[in-house]
């Protein structure tokens, strides 16, 4: 009998070690409709709490991040989830989840979104290690959106499970948010893949009103911001604002941390890229506008134009608080005598050089400058006897079309290449200025104009 009391002692006690150490998943959606769902504040100042939707815009319930407590704003007050000593709870298994989806209502100074926490291998109770801030500066979030925002944090680098999760949401120390204003989360859900994004060849989500949204921006934030913004929008409801918050005095550089794969063969010798974009600027004075792309060969390497990285620079008009549509055309490198030397991946920068040729269009503190609508495509460059040069006076008609595309131009056009915004060519004619475009779908699309004098790209809307 006392041997099995024993024995039932002894399972007990190893059935309740196996509860302790298999941890159990936590939720991998939390939408707020009754409660906070066990998010609480990080850390800093200021208070987590839930808000039933009564003054939470257009929602059925928000877990709410007010920042400022007596009157003073902590900058990178955060939200958290896994509060730590409970082995039988992870937040989520990073193994398993890449990615997490915030739908989020913005009325602070916070534009910055990171992530940070504990994780530790999966199965184990071992001492859990610090989580490194995800995506480098973080992902943009507009304020004063309007309406809630959905955004997508890659915790793809992070492995085992997470068992502390620090959402940021963070702004410049020298910021202070308006009296009253909160930060709504509306919805958090753990994902193992993204949502289809839109893409303009190897620019990703160049409306900046996508789906998926917010750019993933690297750049130096202490010199140059940058923001998804609501102040203007050439389409669309959002663009992305970059401020001089000094004197320019060196290069800046902005990139989307985006790379575009390509097959062999897709880009050869004779290949260019263009790359075209509205651009509103405060000043009342030009200002150069650079793309430069970085391109990387079937080897892993770099693969460069004479001048360094293929780099094409565009001033606009000094027309200040005024769209402005700026085109690139930039050379690609032409030396793909080995297969491995051809160009397989690009990536594209956005910024500002700074040289004695331009100095006199550098940025000067409180400058803002808007970008929106951006497009790309590869197309043939131009051959011998065709110029390199814009096309001037050329208009086409009725835009938007239907039917028939008429080309006004005082000049004998060679050829009409119409793309669509992947870069694909869909239609083509050559010496004639009208084309038949009742075949293409409604979409908006980039007509190539070519002469003996130049080049004209023109954006074209199809009914």
Same mark, same amino acid.
């Given at each position: 009998?006392?041997?099995?009391?024993?024995?039932?002692?002894?399972?007990?006690?190893?059935?309740?070690?196996?509860?302790?150490?298999?941890?159990?998943?936590?939720?991998?959606?939390?939408?707020?409709?009754?409660?906070?769902?066990?998010?609480?504040?990080?850390? +800093?100042?200021?208070?987590?709490?839930?808000?039933? +939707?009564?003054?939470?815009?257009?929602?059925?319930?928000?877990?709410?991040?007010?920042?400022?407590?007596?009157?003073?704003?902590?900058?990178?007050?955060?939200?958290?989830?896994?509060?730590?000593?409970?082995?039988?709870?992870?937040?989520?298994?990073?193994?398993?989840?890449?990615?997490?989806?915030?739908?989020?209502?913005?009325?602070?100074?916070?534009?910055?979104?990171?992530?940070?926490?504990?994780?530790?291998?999966?199965?184990? &109770?071992?001492?859990?290690?610090?989580?490194?801030?995800?995506?480098?500066?973080?992902?943009?979030?507009?304020?004063?959106?309007?309406?809630?925002?959905?955004?997508?944090?890659?915790?793809?680098?992070?492995?085992?499970?997470?068992? &502390?999760?620090?959402?940021?949401?963070?702004?410049?120390?020298?910021?202070?948010?308006?009296?009253?204003?909160?930060?709504?989360?509306?919805?958090?859900?753990?994902?193992?893949?993204?949502?289809?994004?839109?893409?303009?060849?190897?620019?990703?989500?160049?409306?900046?009103?996508?789906?998926?949204?917010?750019?993933?921006?690297?750049?130096?934030?202490?010199? %140059?911001?940058?923001?998804?913004?609501?102040?203007?929008?050439?389409?669309?409801?959002?663009?992305?604002?970059?401020?001089?918050?000094?004197?320019?005095?060196?290069?800046?550089?902005?990139?989307?941390?985006?790379?575009?794969?390509?097959?062999?063969?897709?880009? &050869?010798? +004779?290949?260019?890229?263009?790359?075209?974009?509205?651009?509103?600027?405060?000043?009342?004075?030009?200002?150069?506008?650079?793309?430069? %792309?970085?391109?990387?060969?079937?080897?892993?390497?770099?693969?460069?134009?004479?001048?360094?990285?293929?780099?094409?620079?565009?001033?606009?008009?000094?027309?200040?608080?005024?769209?402005?549509?700026?085109?690139?055309?930039?050379?690609?490198?032409?030396?793909?005598?080995?297969?491995?030397?051809?160009?397989?991946?690009?990536?594209?920068?956005?910024?500002?050089?700074?040289?004695?040729?331009?100095?006199?269009?550098?940025?000067?503190?409180?400058?803002?400058?808007?970008?929106?609508?951006?497009?790309?495509?590869?197309?043939?460059?131009?051959?011998?006897?065709?110029?390199?040069?814009?096309?001037?006076?050329?208009?086409?008609?009725?835009?938007?079309?239907?039917?028939?595309?008429?080309?006004?131009?005082?000049?004998?056009?060679?050829?009409?290449?119409?793309?669509?915004?992947?870069?694909?060519?869909?239609?083509?004619? &050559?010496?004639?200025?009208?084309?038949?475009?009742?075949?293409?779908?409604?979409?908006?699309?980039?007509?190539?104009?070519?002469?003996?004098?130049?080049?004209?790209?023109?954006?074209?809307?199809?009914?």
């Amino acid at each position: 009998m006392k041997k099995n009391y024993f024995k039932i002692l002894f399972m007990a006690a190893v059935l309740f070690t196996t509860i302790k150490i298999a941890a159990q998943q936590g939720p991998t959606h939390y939408q707020f409709t009754a409660d906070a769902q066990s998010w609480v504040k990080g850390y +800093g100042p200021g208070t987590v709490s839930w808000d039933d +939707g009564t003054t939470t815009p257009s929602s059925d319930g928000a877990l709410t991040l007010d920042r400022t407590e007596a009157g003073t704003t902590n900058n990178n007050a955060n939200i958290r989830r896994g509060q730590g000593g409970d082995d039988a709870f992870i937040v989520f298994d990073a193994d398993v989840y890449n990615y997490i989806k915030v739908k989020v209502y913005n009325e602070t100074e916070a534009i910055n979104v990171q992530v940070q926490g504990k994780f530790r291998p999966a199965g184990t &109770t071992d001492e859990p290690s610090s989580i490194d801030t995800q995506n480098n500066n973080g992902v943009l979030l507009a304020k004063f959106a309007g309406g809630f925002q959905t955004i997508y944090l890659d915790v793809s680098a992070i492995t085992g499970e997470v068992t &502390t999760l620090d959402i940021l949401f963070r702004a410049g120390s020298a910021l202070t948010d308006p009296s009253g204003a909160k930060l709504y989360i509306d919805e958090i859900e753990f994902l193992t893949e993204l949502p289809p994004s839109t893409y303009s060849e190897f620019i990703k989500n160049p409306s900046f009103d996508d789906a998926v949204g917010s750019y993933t921006f690297r750049g130096n934030t202490t010199q %140059l911001g940058r923001e998804l913004s609501t102040d203007f929008a050439k389409d669309g409801t959002k663009s992305f604002k970059s401020t001089f918050t000094k004197d320019q005095d060196a290069q800046f550089w902005y990139f989307n941390d985006f790379s575009q794969p390509y097959a062999a063969g897709i880009i &050869t010798d +004779g290949k260019q890229a263009k790359v075209t974009m509205w651009v509103r600027s405060t000043r009342t004075a030009p200002i150069s506008i650079s793309v430069r %792309l970085k391109t990387t060969n079937a080897a892993g390497g770099d693969s460069k134009v004479a001048t360094g990285w293929p780099t094409a620079s565009v001033s606009t008009s000094g027309t200040a608080d005024t769209w402005e549509e700026l085109t690139f055309t930039i050379p690609l490198p032409q030396d793909h005598t080995d297969p491995a030397s051809e160009i397989r991946n690009i990536e594209m920068w956005l910024g500002y050089i700074n040289n004695e040729e331009n100095v006199a269009l550098n940025g000067v503190t409180g400058d803002v400058v808007y970008f929106d609508q951006m497009t790309a495509v590869i197309e043939d460059a131009p051959t011998a006897g065709v110029s390199s040069q814009q096309l001037e006076n050329v208009n086409m008609y009725p835009n938007p079309v239907e039917n028939k595309l008429f080309i006004n131009s005082k000049e004998t056009l060679n050829k009409v290449e119409i793309f669509n915004l992947l870069g694909k060519k869909v239609l083509s004619t &050559t010496n004639t200025k009208s084309i038949d475009v009742s075949s293409l779908s409604k979409s908006v699309y980039l007509v190539k104009i070519s002469s003996d004098k130049g080049i004209s790209t023109k954006k074209l809307v199809k009914n």
